[in-house]
């Protein structure tokens, strides 16, 4: 079974950049689409971003478009999101998921596995 497990959440000023990590164990993350999610208190969870299995395909979501980035590192077995020019609307806790299809998918409801979060506070 794979485990997701994600830091580099914590507090940031507006401008500012954080750089989650996304850490898979139990299975090879190059044979699943791994997608960034967040949650803002009081709101429903969104889309950030995806890259499939073989790290050829990204989208992010036009909110973070320009912004932030999604990679990853097979070998490491982990998924990257950098943040740059941070705003307070990105305030939210960070959730990375994956997808045993390997295409990576906009739609929380395609992943199968999900991590715990972590918490980004970006204060203006």
């Known amino acids: 079974q794979l485990q997701l497990v994600e830091s580099g959440g914590g507090l940031a000023r507006a401008g500012g950049s954080l750089r989650l990590s996304c850490v898979a164990s139990?299975?090879?993350?190059?044979?699943?689409?791994v997608g960034w999610f967040r949650q803002a208190p009081g709101k429903e969870r969104e889309f950030v971003a995806l890259?499939?299995?073989?790290?050829?395909?990204?989208s992010v979501a036009d909110s973070v478009k320009g912004r932030f980035t999604i990679s990853k590192n097979n070998g490491w077995n982990t998924v990257y999101l950098q943040m740059n020019s941070l705003k307070p609307e990105d305030t939210a806790v960070y959730y990375c998921?994956?997808?045993?299809?390997?295409?990576?998918?906009?739609?929380?409801?395609?992943?199968?596995?999900w991590g715990r979060g972590t918490e980004v506070t970006v204060s203006s």
């Open positions: 998921a994956a997808e045993p299809t390997g295409w990576g998918h906009a739609t929380a409801g395609r992943y199968m596995y």
């Open positions: 890259i499939s299995g073989t790290g050829q395909r990204t």
């Open positions: 139990g299975l090879p993350l190059s044979n699943y689409g």
